[in-house]
């Protein structure tokens, strides 16, 4: 049946330039292919991060809560990230990385919001865009409060699209 | 000449690239204007000064930067030698594109050369990827932010893009892993593929025979060496002069070292990536830097495997009228284009008149459906007007493609300052 079924199937091309696989062939190829495999699993896991995925927290200390004002910007340039203590009292923790394409945003005291010299995206104080190009709200971190401190999880950044209170970390 | 031994040698060196006999019209120079010739001996100048930089350049963030300060400004021909490099590296991007565009509308990428176009078109990704890498190694301000910017671009790829980016950079921003890393391709692997994949490129030439010409123009061979031999010459001593001279007056860009911290106001990546940053601030990420340039590579590659009616090897446009047809396209897209950008830059605020709808169809779908309906429009037009047949709309819509990205291109690096407003 099986052979039936193969040898009825239409030829095309002439016998002699068909390539027939026979034992030797079949083995060589194999060999090939799963050495052309080890290699470029080698090489694509030499490039890979070396760093896991979730890295551990790393708090980063901020101060005392009380240090803080109500509606102020706090930069911290070197971390990365600026911390807003909103009206309410409320943190949040923002990346200084603009959701555009990469560059470190800069906040404008005079016009009360973010704003990033690349692309003039801008960004309010709790993140969310005013102007594109950038479509996303800036990522921010995850706060906790221990000791009257806060404490900044600068290792990992949440993406988010839009602002929502839920993101506010109050003491 | 007068040395008939160094004549030989340098006939039988050529001759491992040439046959003995060659076609008269082959050697015109209006038929390949040189370009493929050129974009090899480029790449043997870079190879040579690339070597030679290595022994100065420190492939580390504390001290790649001074190394190329220290190079250029206490080692003897040291801004020289990177100027050299620089700019064979700009120029091998653009004669790799002209090539490109030559062997296109000189039909000679048809029959048995259509393999050659898939190995040209790798040559060019390779070309691109050896350019973006070296950009990253001075390590300065303008380097820094733009590669930060080129593999942010990425990053917006749907599913994939972010890990693709990291990949890229060996970290999630650019640090000393995305040096370390581009160092590696940069001065090893590119240099050894591409080495691999001109050989190929190069045997494949000779296996079609030659450059392509059209039938009626076949004559008597006649001597490789010296009618060849002596063009190619010639113009290779042309254009190492050329370039000596324009690196001896222009040096290549050098601004402060690089602050992961302070962005520049306004940056840019790469002049021959603005075409797709410019493309980004009109269309949404997921259209302008995945799905149309997929499209693109995947059209480019079909472009030889087309059943067409007809193939007329080695006509420059393919008929009169795929002469016209470029022509009358090319100008409709640079008008097209740069009013399009015009308008959506002034007028258009399509997010904020239907903000209910999702981005993506505000940002996306319908910019995408703005620029193409017109398009499609003017396609249909060629075909019906002008009676144009499978070739001639394949020609016109290859032209629409290069000269919409080169509009981009121009408008993105020249036409934008500040903030990325237009500047008139
Ligand atoms: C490192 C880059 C490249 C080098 C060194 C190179 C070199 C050459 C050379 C020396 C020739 C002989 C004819 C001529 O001078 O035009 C040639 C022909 C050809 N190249 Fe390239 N090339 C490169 C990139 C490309 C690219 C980007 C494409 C297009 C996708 C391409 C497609 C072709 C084709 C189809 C031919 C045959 C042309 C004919 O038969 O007339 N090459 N190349
Ligand atoms: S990177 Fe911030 S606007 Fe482009």
Redesign the interface.
């Known amino acids: 049946m099986f052979k039936l079924k193969w040898a009825s199937l239409p030829v095309t091309g002439n016998f002699k330039t068909m390539k027939k696989i026979n034992r030797r062939k079949f083995f060589r190829g194999l060999i090939y292919s799963l050495v052309s495999l080890e290699f470029g699993y080698v090489f694509f896991r030499l490039?890979?991060?070396n760093k896991p995925a979730s890295a551990e927290a790393i708090y980063y200390d901020a101060g005392e809560v009380s240090f803080f004002e109500k509606g102020r910007v706090y930069p911290f340039?070197?971390a990365?990230f600026f911390l807003y203590r909103m009206e309410d009292g409320g943190f949040i923790a923002l990346s200084s990385?603009?959701t555009?394409?990469?560059?470190?945003v800069q906040f404008n005291a005079s016009n009360d919001r973010f704003e990033?010299?690349?692309?003039?995206s801008a960004f309010e104080k709790n993140g969310r865009v005013i102007t594109?190009?950038a479509?996303r709200a800036l990522d921010y971190y995850p706060i906790a409060f221990k000791d009257d401190k806060v404490l900044v999880d600068t290792g990992n950044p949440v993406r988010r699209s839009k602002f929502d209170q839920s993101q506010v970390m109050y003491v | 000449m007068k040395h008939p031994s160094m004549d030989r040698a340098i006939s039988k060196f050529f001759l491992h690239l040439h046959p003995k006999k060659i076609e008269p019209k082959a050697i015109l120079f209006t038929r390949t204007f040189g370009l493929g010739g050129i974009a090899a001996l480029l790449f043997v100048i870079l190879f040579i000064t690339g070597m030679l930089l290595r022994f100065a350049y420190v492939p580390s963030g504390v001290g790649a930067y001074d190394s190329i300060v220290r190079l250029q400004d206490e080692l003897i021909f040291g801004r020289m030698l990177r100027n050299f490099h620089y700019w064979s590296a700009m120029l091998l991007v653009v004669v790799s594109f002209l090539h490109l565009v030559r062997v296109f509308y000189s039909q000679a990428i048809y029959f048995q050369r259509r393999k050659n176009w898939l190995y040209g078109l790798l040559l060019m990704f390779l070309v691109v990827s050896s350019n973006f890498t070296g950009y990253l190694l001075p390590w300065d301000q303008l380097s820094f932010w733009a590669v930060t910017i080129m593999t942010n671009m990425l990053s917006y790829i749907p599913f994939f893009g972010n890990s693709l980016a990291n990949l890229v950079r060996g970290s999630k921003v650019v640090d000393e892993q995305t040096l370390l890393r581009f160092y590696n391709f940069h001065t090893g692997v590119l240099p050894l593929l591409m080495v691999f994949f001109m050989s190929i490129h190069f045997w494949l030439v000779r296996k079609a025979r030659g450059v392509t010409i059209p039938s009626s123009e076949k004559a008597e061979k006649v001597d490789t060496s010296p009618h060849l031999v002596y063009k190619e010459v010639l113009a290779a001593l042309i254009v190492v002069l050329v370039l000596l001279l324009f690196s001896f007056f222009v040096n290549a860009p050098l601004l402060d070292k690089a602050k992961p911290l302070v962005s520049p106001n306004h940056s840019k990546a790469p002049w021959y990536f603005m075409g797709f940053q410019e493309l980004l601030m009109h269309i949404h990420p997921a259209f302008a830097s995945f799905l149309l340039p997929l499209f693109v590579i995947l059209f480019f590659i079909i472009i030889p495997y087309v059943p067409y009616h007809q193939i007329n090897e080695g006509v420059w446009f393919y008929s009169e009228k795929g002469k016209k047809i470029t022509f009358i396209s090319a100008i409709f897209t640079t008008v097209f284009t740069l009013l399009l950008i015009l308008i959506d830059d002034l007028l258009l605020d399509i997010g904020g008149w239907f903000s209910g709808l999702p981005v993506i169809f505000t940002e996306g779908v319908l910019p995408v459906l703005c620029y193409f309906v017109p398009i499609g429009g003017f396609i249909f037009y060629v075909r019906k007007k002008l009676k144009a047949d499978r070739m001639e709309l394949v020609i016109s819509s290859v032209t629409i493609i290069l000269v919409a990205y080169v509009v981009m291109m121009l408008v993105g690096s020249l036409l934008r300052g500040e903030g990325m407003q237009l500047i008139f």
Not at chain 1, 116 to 120: G, R, T
């Open positions: 490039l890979k991060l340039g070197s990365r990385r603009c555009h394409l990469g560059c470190i990033c010299p690349c692309h003039a594109s190009p479509t």
